[in-house]
């Protein structure tokens, strides 16, 4: 069965940073891509930094020098540094995975195409 469950979440003031944890379980990282998206209220799910056994870490122009991605592959944990966050950063943070029978070799960046997601975590930045 597969699971992600987000953490690390909360609130900060703008400038400052958060590490968002994925853990997941029921698949390994070698058979997955992997994405981070973000969800404003009442807007579709953006994604923001995706990675993948042999796809090198991809962002979003909104977040490219900001954001980092990262996955532990021991520890079945895929993580989001995010540093001198800004209040357009506020919204609801998901991780979602793709599982492949080969190494993701370009994660893709549409929602439609990632079947597992986590139940999200608020990020909220204040001015």
């Known amino acids: 069965q597969v699971q992600l469950v ?3 979440g909360g609130s900060v003031q703008a400038g400052g940073s958060l590490r968002l944890s994925c853990a997941y379980s029921g698949y390994t990282y070698d058979q997955s891509c992997m994405i981070w998206f ?3 209220p009442g ?4 994604g923001i930094a995706n990675i993948g056994t042999y796809s090198s870490p991809r962002y979003h122009d909104s977040v ?3 954001f980092i991605i990262s996955a532990d592959a021991t520890n079945d ?3 989001l540094q995010m540093n001198n966050l800004k209040p357009e950063d506020t919204a609801v943070y998901y991780c979602a995975a ?3 029978t080969r190494p993701c070799t370009a994660a893709p960046w549409s929602s439609s195409q ?3 997601w986590g139940q999200g975590t608020q990020v909220t930045v204040s001015s």
């Open 6 to 8: 987000e953490s690390g």
């Open 38 to 40: 973000r969800q404003y």
């Open 43 to 46: 807007k579709e799910r953006e």
């Open 64 to 66: 490219k020098g900001r």
């Open 77 to 79: 944990t895929l993580f």
């Open 98 to 100: 793709l599982i492949r």
């Open 114 to 116: 990632y079947p597992y």
